[in-house]
């Protein structure tokens, strides 16, 4: 009998994360989409509308963050761990009505409350009563955007991370665009942005239903037994990560409704455009997340720990070396990307630099955030996002007044960089799981190093024609990334990330022996 290679099952769950995590980035990167579409909408709709538009899609995500009640992060935490078919369909079933009963709950109070809601917010130049109505359409589109999230992620509990890409790129948002196009030329010039995104979501929804169909048995979904005793392990684990999920939404994208509240619905337009453009850059973090949940899950009994120790190490080193130069080469075109703006959004620069440089300093934690959540102590995670939250909101309540926007975005980026260091801290100390080892520091050094070439290169280079040293900054991105997988990666790491791998490194493929 062959003896196994101890550690051909850590290769090959790198090689696993590694692909998952391309298939993850492509799927996050409707943040990319939705910022193309977004220079179309500044162009056409005026800036109180995009405001608005900003503002209550930021509250729709955090009050997602309610009403799937955690469904997204416990079908990470009890999928992998199901032997079944029928246990599958028994968490999917109940991940559906929980979430579903609560978000249409929720619809039907918003659009019960909208007056008083509309009073809450700064609508600029729209009417409190057109604000009203507003909110009244827009609100439906919450249960379709629950139900994405919640079928989405029992794909990605499936440890398949590459088939939501059509719904949340080529649906949600290439719909949104197009809606937003044709029914501002139709005269909608205030309603057409909202409507837009309550058809297009709606469509992502059945889509989404469509996708887990492929996952799962949607009949044997439908028709499972909820085992009682389940449930309540269910919902008690629910319970306590619903907070830090909400949490975690106000980070990502609460701002903006501060902002509103607290300087206008302009300054919403400005921070909002802002925020969307630097998420590029945190598309690289939140794919890795994604694909580290369901199988920090997996590799969570203590038998499997050396081999969650090499994912969370493998995972981290990837996120390092990878966004401190995209970082730059983000920091460097915020103005170039800006001009294709409306030139009354030039303001959100400044955004853009202070949480690009936010999410550099925050990828230095790596996976940590997944990994606590999925170690199963349910209070470390909401805990983190307290002390997260708390540093946020005192930091803002000071540097509104004078910094406006840009303070703000500083109290942001303070604030997600605490939750991040504060669950690298717990791993260590608690688990006695660090990211880091002899392995780290190679590719940290090289990406350090060509992240300041390129800073310094890029000062050189900003006097040239926009065209020019945008062009160069494109080749400057691809030189660096193939210096990075030749000399900074090790050869087992290169080899992990696949066709990239082989590509910068000529690698011949592995055959099995």
């Known amino acids: 009998m062959a003896v196994q290679d101890p550690g051909q ?9 590694a692909k998952s ?14 910022a193309l579409g977004l220079i179309i909408f500044t162009w056409l709709y005026a800036p109180a509308v995009v405001g608005l538009f900003f503002t209550l899609w930021a509250a729709l995500k955090v009050l997602t963050a309610v009403t799937e009640f955690a469904m997204t992060t416990s079908q990470q935490r009890f999928t992998p761990a199901s032997k079944t078919k029928a246990g599958d369909a028994q968490i999917l079933k109940a991940a559906l009505m929980v979430s579903l009963s609560i978000s249409i709950g929720t619809t039907l109070l918003v659009a019960w409350f909208a007056p008083e809601i509309a009073g809450y917010f700064h609508s600029g130049t729209v009417s409190k009563e057109l604000f009203t109505t507003i909110i009244r359409i827009y609100v439906w589109a919450l249960p379709a955007w629950t139900l994405v999230e919640v079928l989405t992620a029992s794909v990605r509990a499936q440890r398949k991370f590459g088939p939501e890409i059509r719904v949340r790129i080529f649906y949600e948002q290439g719909l949104r665009l197009i809606g937003g196009v044709a029914l501002f030329y139709a005269g909608l010039e205030t309603f057409g942005l909202f409507y837009a995104h309550v058809i297009s979501i709606t469509l992502a929804a059945i889509l989404a239903f469509r996708l887990a169909s492929k996952f799962y048995d949607l009949k044997a979904v439908l028709n499972a037994p909820v085992d009682p005793a389940f449930l309540k392990e269910f919902l008690s684990f629910s319970a306590l ?20 509240k607290a300087l206008g619905v302009e300054a919403a337009a400005i921070y909002g455009l802002g925020r969307h453009i630097s998420s590029v850059l945190q598309i690289v973090h939140l ?62 620069t400044g955004v853009i630099i202070i949480l690009t440089a936010g999410r550099i300093t925050e990828a230095l934690s790596g996976t940590s955030a997944a990994v606590i959540e999925m170690l199963g102590n349910k209070m470390l995670p909401l805990a983190n996002n307290l002390v997260g939250l708390t540093a946020l909101f005192v930091l803002q309540y000071y540097l509104k007044v004078d910094y406006g926007v840009y303070g703000i ?8 960089n605490l939750i991040s260091l504060l669950s690298l801290a717990e791993a260590y100390f608690i688990y006695g799981l660090s990211p880091y080892s002899k392995k780290t520091l190679r590719p940290l050094l090289v990406s350090f190093i060509l992240s300041t070439m390129m800073g ?27 210096i990075l997988v030749r000399f900074g990666l090790s050869e087992e790491d290169a080899r992990s990330l696949g066709r990239i791998g082989r590509w910068f490194r000529n690698f011949k493929p592995q055959t099995a022996i």
């Open 456 to 482: 310094g290169f890029f000062v050189i280079a900003d006097k040239m024609p926009h065209a020019v040293h945008f062009s160069l900054a494109l080749i400057s991105i691809y030189v660096a990334l193939m």
């Open 409 to 416: 975005a500083l109290a942001t980026a303070v604030g997600f």
């Open 9 to 17: 099952e850590i290769r090959s769950d790198n090689a696993t994360v």
């Open 241 to 260: 990560m619903m907070p830090a999920n909400f949490i975690k939404k106000l980070f990502l994208v609460g701002s903006v409704i501060i902002v509103n």
């Open 21 to 34: 995590a391309g298939k993850a980035f492509l799927g996050q990167s409707a943040a990319v989409v939705e």
């Open 287 to 348: 794919s890795f997340e994604y694909v580290m949940a369901p199988f920090a899950s997996l590799k969570n009994a203590l038998a499997k720990r050396d081999e969650l120790q090499g994912l969370y190490a493998f995972t981290t080193r990837l996120i390092v070396a990878l966004v401190m130069p995209l970082g730059i080469l983000l920091i460097y075109l915020s103005r170039d990307i800006l001009t294709v703006f409306n030139p009354d959004y030039a303001a959100a």
